[in-house]
C-alpha cells in the first residue's frame, strides 16, 4: 500500500535524520517504547510506528530537540506476551540506556513490565494497556496518560446504557488481565444501575464462538458488551450475525476499540460488520483541541489517508509528555524526570495531561482521557456518544 511506502522511506529518513532505533550517538537521548510490532495484536505496532514518526518531527523539528539534543526512540517489540514485554523493556533499560519508556498496549505486559520499572527506578509511561491493577500498585515510576478500565466503565459505557435506555445486556469477556477486569466493573455497575444482565467467559483467540452465542440469545439481550482484543472479537460479529443475534435482536459494542478499526476489520466481518459499535480515542469530526487538529492535519500530510487507528496518536501523546517531563527536568536522571512527570500539566492530542497523586487506588499516576463511542453505518464511523459530540443518530436495525 502506498501509505506503508511513504512510512518505510519516512522511518528509513528518521535514522539519518533522528537517530531512530538504535543510532547510538552521544546526541541523542533515547526513549523506549514497548509494544506488539509481531502477532495478533501487530496492527498496533504500525499503528506506534506512524505515531513515533510524527512525534519525531514534532518534538526533533518544531520544538528543537531535548536539551539540546535528538530524541532517539528505540522500539522494542512484545509480541502480545508478557515474557518477551519483560525481556524487551529490561534490556531497553540496560543495554540501550533509555531514560524514560513509553507505550504499551497489553495489561498483561504492563503488569509485567511494573516490577521492572521499580527495580531499575526506570519511569515507564503506559499508553494503551488499560487494567486499573497497572497503577493500583501505587509505583512510584509507572504512570498511564491513557484509558484504565474503571474510566471507560463509569465514564462512557454505564452512560451509553443508562441515556440509550438498554434493559438486558450480555457480557462476554475474554480470560485475561484486561478482560476479567473490565467484565467485573461492568457486572458491579450494572448492579448498582439496576439493569439486567448475564456473563459467559472465552478464549481471546477463540474462532468459534456459537456455544457463547447460544446462551447469549437464550438471555435475549438488546445489547451486548464484547470485550475481546484481536481477531476474536471479528469472529464473534460475523458468528453473532449469522445466528440472527447482531443486529437484528440486539447491538454489539466492541470494549477494546482498535479491532473494529483494522484493516482485516471488514476482511473478517463482511456486512456484518454494519452497525457494530466500538469504543475510540479519535474521530475526523472530533477535535478536542488544536494538538488534536494538528496531528489529523500532520498525519493526513505525511501519509495520504485520514488518521483511522487511535493508537498512533496515543504513542503520539506519550512520546510529548516524555519530551515535556525530560525538558521541566532539565536532567535525564529518573528521579528528576518522575517529580517533573507528577507536575504536567500539558495538551495533548487527547486534552491536557495532569496525573493523579492520591495514592491508594487506580488513579494514582493515572490520567484518564475522553473517549467515544461509534457506530459503523456503511462503513462509515458516526460517534453516538457522548452525547454532546455525537455526529449521527444510533440506528438500532
Known sequence: ????????????????????????STETIKIGVVGPRTGPAAATGAAFEEGIALALDVINGEQGGILGKKMEVVFEDTG?????AASGFEKLITSDK?????GESHSSCALAEVPIADRYKHPL???EAWADDITAKNSRYVFRAGPCNSGVVKDNLLGFIKDYGFKRVAIVAENTDWGLGIKKLAEDGLTAMGVTFMTVETERQSQDHYTELNKISAFEPDLVLAFIYGFGVHYFIA??????????KALILEGAGPPSLWPE??????????LELFLSRMHSKVDFNPVSKKYREAYTKKFGKEPTDYKSRSIYDVLLVAADAIRRAGSTDSEKIVDALEKTHLEVGSGVVQFGLEKGDY??????????????????????YPMNVKTGELKKK
Open 98 to 102: 533509555v531514560v524514560v519508556t513509553v
Open 125 to 127: 509511561i503506559i499508553a
Open 239 to 248: 458468528q453473532a450475525n449469522e445466528t440472527g443475534l447482531f443486529p437484528q
Open 80 to 84: 502480545g506476551t508478557p515474557e518477551k
Open 363 to 384: 488513579r494514582y499516576h493515572q490520567w484518564q482521557p475522553p473517549m467515544l463511542i461509534v457506530q459503523w453505518q456503511n462503513k462509515e464511523q458516526v460517534v453516538v
Open 1 to 24: 500500500m502506498m501509505w506503508r511506502k511513504v512510512l518505510s522511506v519516512s522511518l528509513v529518513l528518521g535514522l539519518c535524520l533522528f537517530g531512530f532505533a538504535g543510532a547510538g
Open 265 to 274: 476489520f471488514w476482511q473478517n466481518v463482511g456486512d456484518a460488520g454494519n
